[in-house]
T-cell receptor
Framework: AQKITQTQPGMFVQEKEAVTLDCTYD???????LFWYKQPSSGEMIFLIY??????QNATEGRYSLNFQKARKSANLVISASQLGDSAMYFC????????????FGKGTMLLVSP | GAVVSQHPSWVICKSGTSVKIECRSLDFQATTMFWYRQFPKQSLMLMAT?????????EQGVEKDKFLINHASLTLSTLTVTSAHPEDSSFYIC???????????FGPGTRLTVL
């Protein structure tokens, strides 16, 4: 079974600063993918970034980067230059590359960006 | 990216009635779709996997007779909440993977309120 742990229920950051959202995972599978999604108050799930277990480079997408430390089983999301519109719930998720391609989600971190 | 739609986006119904929620993949074919439920301030929990042309696979603890899933075509899956009760009030969201694509595409969600 897979497990995703997000230990930060909430995070505060000031506009234009960087913030790191923590995520650790547990799986016995060797091939898996890690995802981060943003969920604003509207409820839609917005895909941010993906990291494959065999990817040697950390994934980056604009202001988002994923700090992947395989030995520690961590996949932290780094948001640089925070904007007010970044205020939302953030979910870390995992998909193993065998059987179903469903996602297992963490409990989420609420990020609030202040002016 | 690919688009998944859901209808309705919100619904209010009386206790004891049945509610049907549609999930459509608009620009790709989806042999598999996933249905998630999200209670307020909680994470997404997988309810069932919808398979085109065959029976859905339900997660442990999800009543198959209460949450009827029909995946009649490659672009449409429906979730029917039968004899809905207030405890079924939740945010229901579907998603569809695309083979060979890392991203899993989510619908905008349906907010169900049972009075």
């Amino acid at each position: 079974a897979q497990k995703i742990t997000q230990t930060q229920p909430g995070m505060f950051v000031q506009e234009k600063e960087a913030v790191t959202l923590d995520c650790t995972y547990d799986t016995s599978d060797q091939s898996y993918g890690l995802f981060w999604y943003k969920q604003p108050s509207s409820g839609e799930m917005i895909f941010l970034i993906y990291q494959g277990s065999y990817d040697e480079q950390n994934a980056t997408e604009g202001r988002y980067s994923l700090n992947f430390q395989k030995a520690r089983k961590s996949a932290n999301l780094v948001i640089s230059a925070s904007q007010l519109g970044d205020s939302a719930m953030y979910f870390c998720a995992m998909r193993v590359n065998s059987g179903y391609s469903t996602l297992t989600f963490g409990k989420g971190t609420m990020l609030l960006v202040s002016p | 990216g690919a688009v998944v739609s859901q209808h309705p986006s919100w619904v209010i119904c009386k206790s004891g009635t049945s509610v049907k929620i549609e999930c459509r993949s608009l620009d790709f074919q989806a042999t598999t779709m996933f249905w998630y439920r999200q209670f307020p301030k909680q994470s997404l929990m997988l309810m069932a996997t919808s398979n085109e042309g065959s029976k859905a696979t339900y997660e442990q603890g999800v009543e198959k007779d209460k949450f009827l899933i029909n995946h009649a075509s490659l672009t449409l899956s429906t979730l029917t909440v039968t004899s809905a009760h207030p405890e079924d009030s939740s945010f229901y969201i579907c998603s569809a993977p695309i083979a060979g694509d890392n991203e899993q595409f989510f619908g905008p969600g349906t907010r169900l309120t049972v009075l």
